[in-house]
Structure formats: structure tokens, C-alpha cells
């Protein structure tokens, strides 16, 4: 059994301007020590998806209209708050794209990181701060008993991104989701933080989704990558088959219109256009009116994802059509 | 102008933020020294980069430059005009000639101005057009930067960040600039839209003769624009180079690892690469190190980098410049 399955997850905002459908049916699996990308540019829904999971969707405006996320055989959308806070910040953590307002800062480090060991385990405190000055060790924090004792403003950019990860992790859970993690910080310190959420996740065998617009990023640390435009997958696969044998037009148009290092100087591909207005999406594939390779049904069919060769899907009609007439 | 003097010339440019503490009797304790001794020339026509991760001096530079922040010491000379030496009217006039374009869209632009209305503010600013040649030249300018001419009586909310993007381009070509100084322009963008204004500013480089000074903190945007880059660290040129020199063979050890660290997306390549992880996080430039200011988070880093402060020198036969003492050590032919 998958540690997490997600089918037809649809979340929606109710605003004054009309039903924005943010998520729309999104399924996906993820197996436990695995590690999931999930990659899309903004309003993609790719946050959104992570946060319908953690329950952590404003309701109003936001509503879950459907699907189910099973998590070790329980539904996370479904079952009770007591149940849903026993799992969370246990079994799954999250962190998130901004360590300064995710921290409190009227509180120590230290008390921060002893308080979901004390929430969620018959624990002193004692035996608590023994076990958070071993995880901020482990996270690469030197000077931990001092450190114990500061507030987050007394830490760096990359410093507070370790602190949150020492944190999520010390319950040591089975899946961390981890929302842009390292967007907000320079290039040298997000090397830092994605070796060391590796290298966390190799002690502790946990599966790990990670969220993220850099293909760059995803592309060293996923198993597995799901690409998702104006809140639907459009790929799903392996990374290598991602990238090396890429089965839908967004994706390849991102992939090429990344300014990569190792590219000469030459003009840029663009993705003409502009992302659609999810006030009023339009009608079939959501890509198709900035897509090279659009026909006229692909304006017209709705979109699902199917598998196109094994364990690889998209939601592309005009690959699909194609494998199917083979 | 003086002959081989280049289009724009920077010489020793420091800009030092001074720290005071205390209220009522507040005394001067230190100074925040973001730009430190910076000197660069570029020709015209040029795209230079200037790169370096948050808190370097690069936005710094580029408004010290702009005479935005007055420089506590050094020169500025475009054309052979000192700049530095220009206040009020002078200096208003002066402001034709350069111009700046702004990392958020959404905050640079007068929310309750049309788009009409903002180009041709900025239009005459400098220059007295009859109202019946405003509606051609503000049409030129919008297809210049590939907008539709419907935007002219919109307002910016009504774009989107891309688009904003075109019409703060716009606006800061409205004087008919020689130099834009482009800071972060297309950080608060998608990497689809990105492209496209990366795109639409190396070609009005090109084909208006426009020299850019492009800042970024993603080498890999810069290298795609720039002609030359600089890479900066804690207020200083670190090296200086043609930027496929720079990228594919940098010489100070911040630069090497400042590449290292940048995801490829490719996954076999990324696995395969060799990565050089920093110690550490930059240091605060109210409190910089003595010597070579990223000594402490240097691989390559003896006792004596800690004392001499290296200056930005020749390096090798391909017109690079390094400021590291040990560039030939870090560097073997």
C-alpha cells in the first residue's frame, strides 16, 4: 500500500469574483522513502494541492470539493480535527518557503522546537530538549546550546531554514512536504538546505514531496516529478523520463525556456501568451491556447490524465490520441 | 570625452550607509559599507551583468551609479561627464541620458495613471512634445516593447507581471536613454514570461544601441544577456570577465562555487557534477572581515588572505580580471 494516495482532489476558492477551481482532480501516489516534485510556475495549484492535504485551506473561501487523500488508511480529508492534528506534525511535517513569518518571534528557538515533541509524545522536558539540541546538531546549527536560547530574528536567512526543518523533522515523520523550501534564499545556501533535507531524509527513511517553480532544483533531488499548469497535472513521470523523453508540450516548452548555464547565448524560447485567468479558465486542455502543437479538439475535450507508457502519464489529447491510434 | 575613455566609467565607487545609535543624542558607530571600492567601464552598446547573492551592493551600485544614492567616494563619468558632481537642475536634466528599471512591476508603476498617461508624463519630463505628436510616439514605444496598442488607456492592474514588466521598460525608454540600468527585472516573473522580457531587452539593446547594466542574483539569467559579468561579494568586484569566460571558466573560488551551486535542470548532469558547498552564510557587511572579505568561507583560504586585501588584477591571456591573491594557486595552467 502507498503511504499517500491522493484521487481526484478538486479545491476551489469561492471569491466575490466568481469560483476560482485552484485544484482539479489531481491523483497521485507516493510510496514511503520516495521523493515527489511537484512543479508548476504561480497559480499552478501546486501549494494549494499540499495544503488541501494538511488541511490548512482557509474554509471559507476555500472549499475541498472533492477526492480523498489516504494517508496510511485514513482519509485526510475526511476524518476528524483530533484525528487529522494527531497526524499532523507527527506523521507528516511541512515546511515552508518563508522561515521568518513561519517561526513565532516572541519565542525561543528552543521552545519552538520542544513543542510538537511535547504535543505529541509522552515526553519530558528535559528528555525534549535533549532531543531538539541533537536535531539542530544534526542540522547543521553550531553552537546549538546557545542557539537554543535565541530568536529567530538573531538568525540568518539560511540559519532559520534549518531551524524549521530540525523541527519538522523531530517528531521524525513519514512524509515532510516541503513548500519552496529554498526559493527565498541564495543559490550557495540553497545548496546547504537541499543537501541536508537529503540527507535527513536518508536517516530517516521518510518520503519527502517537494514543491517548487525550478526545474533545476527538482531535477537533482526527485524520484519522481508532476508537472501541473492552472491547477491540473499535465505530466506525471520518472525524472529521467521527464526530461529525456518528455511526453507534453508545457513541459518541454518550461524545460526550454529555462535560461540554463550550460546553453549558449541564444534567444530564449518563449511560451507565447500569458497562464489563463482561473476566474474563467478556458474550455478543454487549459494549455492549448499558448500551445505549439494545438489542434482544434484540443479546445474543445476535456483533459484527463492517462497513462502513456509505464508509469508515465500526461494529460496531452494529441499524445494520447497517438499512442492510442498505434 | 577623452579619447579611449569608455562610454561608461567607474572609478573607486564606495557607498558607505552610516550606523548611528541613540535617539536624541545619536552618534555615528559604524558604517554599512555596501558598495566598497567598485571600479568598472563598459562600452557602449554593452551588456554587462553584474551578479551577487543578496546583501552583495549590487542594487547599491546600480542606483549609486544612477545618482539615486549620492557615493560617499569615487567617480562616475558617462561620455566623460562626471556624474557625481551634478545636483538639482543639472542633475534633473542630466537624468535623459540614464535610466532604471525596477524588480517589481507592481510597485513601480502610478496605479491611478493610464498607460498613456505615465509614458507621456515620462516623455515630456525631458522634452517639450506637442500633445498631437504624443499619441504616435507613445504607439512606437508600445510596439517597441511588443505590447498591444489597446493598453494605452488601461491601467496597470489590469496587466499582468509580464506585461508590467514591458510598460516599466517602456516608460524608462520614453527619454530615449543610453544607459538602462536594469536591477533584478525579471526576478518576480515566471520563468515563461521571463524568457520573453529577457528576450525583448537584449533586443532593444541590439537594435537601439542601448548599454545595459543588467544586475540579477541568477547567473543563469545574466548569462544568457550579458556580454561581460561582474560577480560581486560584500560591497566588491570579486572577477570580471566575457561571461562565457566567467561561467565556464571562473577563476575566484566564489565564483566557482556560486556555479557549482546553481540546479541544472537535467538530471543525469546534476547527478554527475561535482558540487562545492560553502561554508557558512555571507558575512554582514556592517561587520566585514579584515583582508579578502570571503576568506572565511574560502576552500582555498591561508593565513595571510586574512591581511591583504586583494585587488581585481589581470588574470590570463583572455582579458579576465580575478581579485584573489592566490588566483594562481586556485587557478593551475
Known amino acids: 500500500m502507498s503511504l499517500l494516495n491522493v484521487e481526484k482532489l478538486s479545491t476551489s476558492f469561492h471569491t466575490r469574483n466568481g469560483v476560482v477551481?485552484?485544484?482539479?482532480?489531481?491523483?497521485?501516489?507516493?510510496?514511503?522513502g520516495e521523493t515527489l516534485g511537484i512543479v508548476g510556475e504561480s497559480g499552478s495549484g501546486k501549494s494549494v494541492t499540499c495544503y488541501s492535504i494538511m488541511g490548512l485551506i482557509p474554509q471559507p473561501p476555500g472549499r475541498i470539493e472533492g477526492?480523498?487523500?489516504?494517508?496510511?488508511?485514513?482519509?485526510?480529508?475526511?476524518?476528524?480535527?483530533?484525528?487529522?492534528?494527531?497526524?499532523?506534525?507527527?506523521?507528516?511535517?511541512?515546511?515552508?518557503?518563508d522561515a521568518m513569518t513561519s517561526l513565532n518571534p516572541f519565542l525561543r528557538i528552543g521552545e519552538q522546537l520542544i513543542e510538537p515533541l511535547l504535543i505529541h509524545e509522552k515526553i519530558n522536558r528535559n528528555d525534549a530538549i535533549a532531543r531538539a539540541l541533537h536535531m539542530l546538531n544534526a542540522a547543521g546549527i553550531p553552537?546549538?546550546?546557545?542557539?537554543?536560547?535565541?530568536?529567530?530574528?538573531?538568525?540568518?536567512?539560511?540559519?532559520?531554514?534549518?531551524?524549521?526543518?530540525?523541527?519538522?523533522?523531530?517528531?521524525?515523520?513519514?512524509?515532510?512536504?516541503?513548500?519552496?523550501?529554498?526559493?527565498?534564499?541564495?543559490?550557495?545556501?540553497?545548496?546547504?538546505i537541499l543537501e541536508l533535507i537529503q540527507k535527513m531524509q536518508r536517516e530517516l527513511g521518510m518520503a519527502v514531496i517537494l514543491v517548487s517553480h525550478d526545474l533545476g532544483v527538482v531535477s537533482g533531488f526527485c524520484d519522481r516529478v508532476m508537472v501541473m499548469y492552472a491547477g491540473q497535472v499535465m505530466e506525471s513521470a520518472r525524472t529521467d523520463d521527464l526530461f529525456y523523453d518528455t511526453k507534453h508540450p508545457y513541459t518541454r516548452a518550461l524545460r526550454q525556456s529555462i535560461p540554463a548555464l550550460q546553453m549558449k547565448g541564444q534567444e530564449l524560447h518563449t511560451i507565447p501568451g500569458q497562464p489563463p485567468d482561473m476566474l474563467c479558465p478556458p474550455p478543454g486542455c487549459p494549455f492549448a491556447p499558448r500551445c505549439e502543437r494545438a489542434v482544434d479538439y484540443c479546445a474543445r475535450e476535456e483533459i484527463r490524465l492517462l497513462e502513456v507508457a509505464p508509469n508515465h502519464a500526461t494529460a496531452c489529447?494529441?499524445?494520447?490520441?497517438?499512442?492510442?491510434a498505434v | 570625452m577623452n579619447p579611449g575613455e569608455a562610454f561608461l566609467e567607474v572609478r573607486d565607487l564606495k557607498t558607505h550607509f552610516p550606523v548611528n545609535k541613540g535617539l536624541l543624542f545619536s552618534r555615528r558607530v559604524g558604517a554599512v559599507k555596501a558598495v566598497d571600492g567598485v571600479s568598472l567601464s563598459l562600452r557602449q552598446g554593452e551588456i554587462l551583468g553584474l551578479v551577487g547573492e543578496s546583501g552583495c551592493g549590487k542594487s547599491t551600485l546600480g542606483r549609486t551609479i544612477l545618482q539615486l544614492i549620492h557615493p560617499t567616494a569615487g567617480t562616475v563619468r558617462l561620455e566623460g561627464r562626471e556624474l557625481t558632481d551634478l545636483r538639482g537642475a543639472t542633475l534633473r536634466r542630466a537624468r535623459a541620458a540614464f535610466q532604471m528599471v525596477f524588480q517589481d512591476p507592481f510597485a513601480s508603476l502610478n496605479p491611478r495613471m493610464t498607460v498613456f498617461d505615465a509614458l507621456a508624463e515620462a516623455m515630456q519630463t525631458h522634452r517639450r512634445i506637442p500633445r498631437e505628436e504624443l499619441p504616435g510616439r507613445i504607439g512606437a514605444?508600445?510596439?517597441?516593447?511588443?505590447?498591444?496598442?489597446?493598453?494605452?488607456?488601461?491601467?496597470?492592474?489590469?496587466?499582468?507581471?509580464?506585461?508590467?514588466?514591458?510598460?516599466?521598460?517602456?516608460?524608462?525608454?520614453?527619454?530615449?536613454?543610453?544607459?538602462?540600468?536594469?536591477?533584478?527585472?525579471?526576478?518576480a516573473l515566471d520563468v515563461s514570461i521571463q524568457a520573453q522580457i529577457i528576450n525583448l531587452?537584449?533586443?532593444?539593446?541590439?537594435?537601439?544601441?542601448?548599454?545595459?547594466?543588467?544586475?540579477?542574483?541568477?547567473?543563469?539569467v545574466v548569462k544568457h544577456i550579458a556580454d561581460r559579468i561582474a560577480v560581486m561579494y560584500l560591497g566588491r568586484i570579486v572577477e570580471?570577465?566575457?561571461?562565457?569566460?566567467?561561467?565556464?571558466?571562473?577563476?575566484?573560488?566564489?565564483?566557482?562555487?556560486?556555479?557549482?551551486?546553481?540546479?541544472?535542470?537535467?538530471?543525469?548532469?546534476?547527478?554527475?557534477?561535482?558540487?562545492?558547498?560553502?561554508p557558512g552564510d555571507p558575512p554582514s557587511p556592517l561587520n566585514p572581515p579584515p583582508g579578502c572579505p570571503f576568506h572565511p568561507r574560502c576552500l582555498y583560504a591561508e593565513p595571510r588572505c586574512s591581511e591583504i586585501v586583494p585587488k581585481l588584477e589581470p588574470f590570463g591571456a583572455g582579458g579576465a580580471e580575478v581579485s584573489c591573491i592566490r588566483a594562481k594557486d586556485v587557478n593551475p595552467p
Open chain 1, 21 to 32: 477551481r485552484a485544484v482539479r482532480d489531481v491523483s497521485f501516489q507516493l510510496e514511503r
Open chain 1, 67 to 97: 477526492g480523498r487523500a489516504m494517508f496510511d488508511g485514513v482519509d485526510l480529508l475526511a476524518c476528524s480535527h483530533g484525528k487529522l492534528n494527531s497526524i499532523r506534525g507527527r506523521r507528516i511535517s511541512m515546511i515552508f518557503q
Open chain 1, 143 to 192: 553552537e546549538a546550546e546557545t542557539r537554543m536560547n535565541m530568536y529567530p530574528h538573531e538568525f540568518s536567512g539560511g540559519m532559520r531554514q534549518r531551524v524549521m526543518i530540525a523541527m519538522a523533522l523531530i517528531t521524525k515523520p513519514d512524509l515532510l512536504i516541503a513548500d519552496e523550501p529554498t526559493t527565498a534564499l541564495d543559490v550557495t545556501v540553497q545548496a546547504q
Open chain 1, 317 to 324: 489529447l494529441r499524445v494520447q490520441k497517438e499512442k492510442l
Open chain 2, 141 to 187: 514605444l508600445l510596439e517597441k516593447v511588443g505590447l498591444p496598442p489597446q493598453a494605452l488607456r488601461r491601467y496597470p492592474h489590469e496587466f499582468s507581471g509580464g506585461q508590467r514588466q514591458r510598460i516599466a521598460i517602456a516608460r524608462a525608454l520614453a527619454v530615449e536613454p543610453k544607459l538602462l540600468v536594469a536591477d533584478e527585472p525579471v526576478s
Open chain 2, 201 to 220: 531587452l537584449a533586443r532593444l539593446s541590439r537594435e537601439m544601441g542601448l548599454t545595459l547594466l543588467f544586475i540579477s542574483h541568477d547567473l543563469s
Open chain 2, 240 to 278: 570580471l570577465g566575457s561571461a562565457t569566460s566567467v561561467i565556464e571558466k571562473p577563476l575566484h573560488p566564489y565564483t566557482k562555487a556560486l556555479i557549482s551551486a546553481v540546479p541544472i535542470p537535467d538530471p543525469r548532469r546534476e547527478a554527475q557534477r561535482a558540487r562545492i558547498l560553502l
